[in-house]
């Protein structure tokens, strides 16, 4: 379980090091929690910048094809991979 917790360390701060995060006088905890911190705000910026992509794409469809029966949205959502 140590031996876990020194990997899951070291990957923290070789993650913080190509995010050019360097600790200035923080705890190592402190700096894992900027690590996830600026993780989350990247992961929120690329959900709505996929959101986004999904909604014109479904604006286009709609507008070339008119309104899909909803079990032809289901099947789009599926092999894409959405959530609707």
Known sequence: MI????????????LAENLGLKPNGQTASD?????WLKL?????RLDG????KRTA?????TARF????????????EKLGWRP
């Open 3 to 14: 031996g876990d917790m020194s990997r899951t360390k070291g990957h923290a701060d070789d």
């Open 31 to 35: 700096e894992r929690r900027r690590v």
């Open 40 to 44: 989350g705000n990247e992961i929120d």
């Open 49 to 52: 910048l996929f959101s986004a």
């Open 57 to 61: 794409l479904e604006s286009i469809v």
């Open 66 to 77: 008119g309104t899909l029966d909803a079990n032809v949205q289901e099947i789009i959502h």
